[in-house]
């Protein structure tokens, strides 16, 4: 079955405490990308891949960083998270740029 | 860079009756417009879209219209069902040039309420 995984559905840490949430996808998919999802903002791109060892910024990177070492996998870390990261948090990943992408059931990062 | 606007934030219709939901874009460059549909608990699905080069494109109940000119593009749900109830999301992206390009830009959302 074609999916995004993403670990864990659920995470309560403390400020300063570093953090990785893990993503991967089973469709050969060259795009992964990560957004974090707020009221009334929607969804705001974090960072993004276009292929292996290619990462870019999208429009909130603050406080975050990425690797994408393989095209199955793409981390979101959060070095010293801070509360204003508290979030729903995607994974998401498309085949071409004009194609469906694929989104995790997302990650509920709660930072107190 | 890339930015989408969405109305309304909420929309309630009854049962039965259309919903129509607009996004405007403004890089006149972007050529994909896919709309998706997050159900409460999970992650945002596809479930329409639509090229530059193609104006409108419809399936089943749903449509999608582009108008290029004036960059906006709208969904419309007609005979619209309690299940139709969710958030609904527009998004643009545009090709890809060298390592530019790739983005995926999303509206802030509507919340789409059908009332029985």
């Given amino acids: ?112 | 860079g890339e930015n989408v606007e969405q109305h309304p934030s909420t929309l309630s219709v009854q049962e039965g009756d259309s919903a129509v939901i607009k996004c405007t874009y403004s890089d006149s460059a972007s050529n994909y417009f896919p709309w998706y549909k997050q159900e409460l608990g999970k992650g945002p699905q596809l479930i329409i879209d639509i090229r530059s080069n193609v104006g409108e494109k419809k399936d089943q109940r749903i449509a999608v219209t582009l108008n290029k000119t004036a960059k906006h593009f709208s969904l419309h749900i007609t005979e619209t069902q309690p299940e139709d109830s969710a958030v609904y999301f527009c998004a643009a992206s545009k090709r890809r040039v060298d390592n530019q390009g790739g983005k995926l830009i999303f509206g802030q959302g509507t919340e789409l309420s059908v009332k029985p």
């Avoid at chain 1, 960072?47 to 199955?72: A, I, L």
Wanted: positive net charge.
């Fill in chain 1, 1 to 112: 079955e074609a999916q995004v995984t993403q670990n864990p559905r659920y995470l309560i840490t403390v400020t300063g405490k570093k953090l990785t949430v893990t993503c991967s996808q089973n469709m050969n998919h060259e795009y992964m990308s990560w957004y974090r999802q707020d009221p009334g903002l929607g969804l705001r791109q974090i960072y993004y891949s276009m292929n292996v060892e290619v990462t870019d910024k999208g429009d909130v990177p603050e406080g975050y960083k990425v690797s994408r070492k393989e095209k199955r996998n793409f981390p979101l870390i959060l070095e010293s998270p801070s509360p204003n990261q508290t979030s729903l948090y995607f994974c998401a990943s498309r085949g071409g740029l004009a194609t469906e992408a694929f989104f995790g059931q997302g990650t509920r990062l709660t930072v107190v």
